[in-house]
């Protein structure tokens, strides 16, 4: 049972990705969206925790990064989809968990 | 897929309703069943007949009510969340003797069980919110 | 509606400042009618939820903290407590309010319903839920 993580709050303004990546088990995959997408640039510690974490897919959300202009300070490791990917990555995990 | 869908925050003031939406639109283009969206706390904003946003953006209200209609969507606000922040429909106001009602046509008022029942009889529920 | 599913109530919000704590717990009442397998969650800020002795007399605002203590009596007995999140907010499972719930298959003896948890074993249990109802 591979779950879906959704967080879209920036980890510099909540604790929500910090929360997600404490919980989710391995084998889970956890995708960024919104404000969320901070987390997937590269330059702070964040991205180190995403570097040094084992076992957990992680996404974002393309349209979301490239409307907050980040498209060229995507971290390495992390995997763009758009609002299809989004959907098939619903469809493949057997459940979804929102971190708000 | 069946997905359900969870809507907690109103339009403009969050992203989730925009989420929400493209979500939606993104699954129905895939073939899958959209088994229902609940608006849930600020949720229900997006359900006011009254709003007059910018004409050079988006009129959220206005795609999720299009987007009703093209694929015969259910659309649920909650009701004890809607009467909090006076969301009412015609029969509502006319109960609580309200003088007007501002509910968009394509949503319907309903209780929390229908969004219970949208976990239990989609495949996957999603919540968008803040 | 013959599959029994898991569902999970996720409170990661702390209580009046914002209205996600109570209208979370509307759903827990109403859902409980649906004879699910229901479980709630309080993580992070969540855990002020269940402190005692809110008095919100001063704010001009019902207190709904009563309605943890009925949550048992609507057969709502799995609240899972995050150990670390206590901890990291200076707190003990003796700030909390003590939830309990009778056991009819027991003579109703009367059982804890708040569940300590470390973080490893509360990914565990979020692990094993179809629904996940976040707020």
Redesign the interface.
Known sequence: MATLH?V??SPFEMNSFDTCLGLAKSGSSILL???GVYAATTGHSIADKIKNTSGISFYVLG?DLQARGLENKLADGIKVV???G???L??EHS??Q?W? | ?K?SI?I?EGPYQH??SD?AY??T???L??G?EIFRVFF??DGVNNATRLAIPPQDDRNVTEQWMALQKEHDLDLVVCI??AQRRGLLDENEAKRQGKDANNIAEGFRIS???Q???A???A???????? | ?A?V?K?MYLNRKAPYGT??AL?SL??VL??A??D?DVSLAFIGDGVYQLTKGQNTAGIGMKSFSPVYMALGDYEVNKIYVEKESLEERGLTLDDLQHLVWEDEDEDYAEKDSIRLVSRAELADVLNEQ??????
């Not at chain 2, 495949?123 to 803040?130: I, T």
């Open positions: 959704t879209n709050k969206i919104e404000d349209p758009d609002y299809d989004f959907v098939d619903a469809a459940t979804v929102a708000l | 897929m997905f969870q907690n992203q989730a989420t493209q979500f639109k993104a699954a283009a895939k899958h849930y706390h004890a969340a209780g929390l069980g969004l219970i029942e976990g239990i009889e495949d996957r529920l999603l919540v968008f919110g803040a | 509606m599959e599913k569902f209205i996600y209208e509307e759903v109403i859902g009618a649906f699910q179809d629904i996940t109802l976040s707020f």
